[in-house]
């Protein structure tokens, strides 16, 4: 049975040379007469393969060397507990900024938590009359109100399931006050494009977008927050004591962290990530094109200059019309089409591993689908 064309937005599709070499190892990694998986996270092989995958993100990304890079547990949306447990001191208070569903997320849980600082909302772009989602745009910088004596201000580079994207790392500059450590939530555009991320004090990502499977997050920390972990975090979710462990605090998700690490060098071999960022704009250029020639038979909400490029969400004419387009579109041999359950419509996620032959592919789809159904 051959690949289909997987858009899914996450677990998502991997590179097909990655899977290909995990299967050669995954009886006998290295000719050590196991697989990785089933060694210990304390012996010399699985050392050699996480010390590996630090290195080749530390060179793909240009971490600075006073940054901490960690390999953790429990998702994305585990940091959305743990960012203030460890950074939110008492009588300090925190600036969130919601342009989606995943930054409202994140305000929601800490909000949950008995924090002795306080939490702001700096900007929440939910627009209850907006068509089909409820977020279209970024805030324009005088819209934002911050505390430039907050402990962090936290956002997020990419709203998965509302196509909303920050693009520049530079719109940090004209929008919040560099005294304040930024922190992002860059879960689906991690890896996609180069990063300053000398700009923000941490960043977090679930692995299940553009670095490897689910189970795994990456966390990039610049010392100094580290170092202001509270003593009484629980240990696991503890910055401070697993950046003194070099995340081996417990188990971690040792073959997660092999398959991204074999994610990174494949990212090495495209160009690095300004490689892949061409790559990533010329996908995501075609599928706005030919989503804006429709003539509203395909309709993306978001405001021009904040589509993102790695998750496009799209409406049609019907509910009914989104249901049929998706049926077809399965059966042609694309998966992973339908849009969020909270948004419904249609979204094509574009990550790293989704090739331009792909792209292309869905675009003769949705041009014969209009043909037969506009």
Known sequence: MSRIWNFSAGP??????????????????????????????????FTEVIKEAEA???????IPAHYRVL????GATLQFAAI????????????????????????ADAGKLPLAGKLCLAANMEDKNAPASGFTRLPEPEAIALNEKAAYLHLCGNETIHGVAIHDD??????????????????????????????YGLIYAGAQKNIGPSGL?????????????????PAPISYKMQAENDSMLNT?????????????????????????????????MKLYAAIDASQGFYRNHVAISCRSNMNVPFNLLTPELEAEFVREAEAAGFMGLEGHKSVGGIRASIYNAMPVQ?????????????????
Request: glycine share 8%; proline share 4%.
């Open 12 to 45: 998502a599709a991997l590179p097909e040379v990655v899977l290909q070499q995990a299967k050669e190892e995954l009886l006998d990694w290295h000719g050590i007469g196991a697989g990785i998986m089933e060694v210990s996270h304390r012996g010399k092989h």
């Open 56 to 62: 080749d993100v530390r060179e793909l990304l240009v």
């Open 71 to 74: 390999f953790l547990q429990g």
């Open 84 to 107: 203030p447990l460890n950074l939110l001191a008492a009588d300090a208070s925190a600036d969130y900024l919601i342009t989606g569903a995943w930054s409202k997320k994140a305000f």
């Open 170 to 199: 530079a719109w940090l500059d004209g929008a919040l006050p560099s005294v304040v450590p930024v922190i992002a939530d860059m879960s689906s555009s991690i890896l996609s494009r180069p990063l300053d991320v000398a700009r």
């Open 217 to 233: 997050t990456l966390v990039i920390i610049r010392e100094d927050l580290c170092a202001r972990a509270a003593n009484n975090v």
């Open 252 to 284: 971690p998700a040792t073959f997660a962290v092999y398959l991204a690490g074999l994610v990174f060098r494949w990212l090495k071999e495209q160009g690095g990530l300004t490689g892949m960022a061409a790559i990533n704009r010329v996908k995501a």
């Open 358 to 374: 792909g792209v292309e592919a869905l675009l003769l789809f949705m041009a014969d689908f209009m043909r037969r159904r506009g």
